[in-house]
């Protein structure tokens, strides 16, 4: 209970703990706190950003959707103008086509007939001299009557 | 908290004031150097003489703080807290708040001193909880053991019911006080704030008249916060020991007391840990009042 140099040696221990807390304590454990409060102030931030940004993909994402959609319906139409295109176009030549053989074959039968028609004709011609020949018992005079006959052929 | 065999061994009276003594180092009446073997040669060994005891307990208790807490500090991380971080980043948070709340100056040194004052404080204090006889029956095993009288090992463990350690810790307090006063205001200033108030007149002479009167007044006030501060401590903690010391003489008488002192002995255990709590928390905050009415420069009465 006396007052003693026990005085002294704590004011100099209280002296050298304030001194250790104040450089080996304090600094340290304080700045690892104040790190983690704006570790955990950044954390919730970024946990916000990504909420929004996590909105703006949905909405991108159904816009995109919307778009594409729009975009194979039309892609849709258009092939189907082009299918009907393509087949009004082969019908047209296809008809074209079956206009074009029926000319061709028009021509052919009227070149078949015109030919048989001339072989007829000259046909004709030398059976009529021989009818004739015959009828008149005499020889015709191939020259003099060359005309007549002629004549007589183209009539047919 | 046993004291059976002790209290045969003494009367109460003897008891109590062995347990009140300090174990004393000092220059003995016959010239030589080393323990004291009662309070009167204690008494008589004048200033310079050391209480091993409490002294020692409280250079171990500060180093446990320092220890503690510099494991703490050299492995911190921002991470996730664990075990011991929990609590030591527990007790610098609230040391924080306090000061921030407290002290609206800016010195890096108030927070720490604050931290100190509250976690050394504590463990002295809560040296008080340790069985009242466990610890001095321990010495005197190892005093006798080393040759000393078993009634001359005296062994006070809390060493804030020492008032050489309370008031030693009020002691920088107020020399910080001194220090940060004059830092702050100036010598004129800190003059002036002792001079000037609380009386203080338009008229010169009348100003002058009161002058000696607001200094007695202002010294008065100055001087107590430090003999308030560590008085209030060893106060607090002392009465609580005696308590302590009381009761474990009830255990000595017989079975049905023995019992009862028991159970009266955690009765007040339990209450004494709010003691020991509060009178830390309120040497803290008091030295972080004083800290911040040394920086105050306006005038606010």
Redesign the interface.
């Known amino acids: 209970?006396?007052?003693?140099?026990?005085?002294?040696?704590?004011?100099v221990?209280?002296?050298i703990?304030?001194y250790?807390?104040?450089r080996?304590?304090?600094p340290?454990?304080?700045a690892?706190?104040a790190?983690?409060t704006k570790?955990i102030a950044d954390g919730l931030q970024a946990a916000d950003k990504a909420e929004k940004d996590l909105e703006l993909a949905k909405q991108k994402v159904v816009e995109q959707l919307t778009s594409a959609k729009k975009e194979a319906a039309t892609i849709i139409d258009q092939a189907n103008k082009r299918a009907i295109e393509i087949v009004e176009e082969a019908k047209e030549k296809a008809r074209l086509e079956g206009d074009r053989l029926k000319v061709s074959a028009q021509a052919e039968i009227d070149q078949a007939t015109s030919r048989a028609r001339e072989e007829l004709r000259s046909k004709v011609v030398t059976l009529a001299l021989a009818g004739a020949e015959k009828i008149l018992e005499s020889s015709i005079d191939q020259n003099a009557h060359n005309e007549l006959v002629n004549k007589l052929a183209a009539e047919l | 908290m046993s004291s059976a065999e002790h209290a045969e061994a003494l009367t109460s009276s003897e008891y109590i004031k062995h347990h009140l003594t300090n174990l004393t180092y000092g220059k003995l009446p016959d010239g030589t150097w080393g323990f004291a073997h009662n309070g009167d040669e204690a008494a008589q060994m004048g200033f310079w003489a050391v209480n091993v005891d409490t002294m020692g307990w409280s250079l171990f208790l500060g180093a446990l703080f320092f220890f503690i807490f510099r494991s703490v500090a050299k492995k911190v991380t921002s991470d996730a807290p664990t075990g011991l971080q929990n609590y030591v980043e527990a007790a610098v948070e609230f040391v924080d708040s306090n000061v921030k709340g407290m002290f609206p100056y800016k010195n890096t040194m108030i927070a720490p001193l604050a931290l100190t004052i509250l976690v050394w404080v504590f463990f002295m204090n809560a040296m008080d909880l340790i069985a009242i006889d466990l610890l001095p029956e321990i010495a005197k095993l190892v005093g006798v053991s080393l040759g000393a009288d078993p009634h001359a090992v005296f062994f006070k463990v809390v060493p804030s019911t020492d008032p050489n350690i309370t008031l030693g810790m009020a002691a920088c307090i107020f020399l910080l006080i001194l220090f940060f006063s004059f830092r702050e205001k100036g010598v004129i200033g800190f003059a002036k704030e002792l001079c000037l108030h609380p009386f203080s007149s338009k008229n010169v002479i009348v100003q002058i008249a009161v002058i000696p009167v607001n200094f007695v007044l202002e010294a008065v006030n100055l001087i107590a916060k430090p003999v308030s501060l560590g008085l209030r401590l060893f106060g607090n903690l002392y009465a609580g020991e005696i308590i302590f010391i009381l009761i474990a003489i009830m255990i000595g008488a017989n079975l049905v007391l023995g019992f009862f002192g028991i159970s009266l002995q955690i009765v007040w255990a339990l209450f004494h840990i709010l003691i020991i709590a509060l009178q830390a928390f309120i040497f803290m905050v008091l030295t972080i009042v004083y800290m911040s009415m040394a920086y105050q420069t306006d005038e606010q009465h």
């Not at chain 1, 209970?1 to 704590?10: C, K, P, S, V």
């Open positions: 209970m006396n007052l003693n140099a026990t005085f002294i040696g704590q004011m221990a209280f002296v703990f304030i250790l807390t104040h080996f304590v304090w340290p454990i304080v690892a706190m790190e983690r570790r």
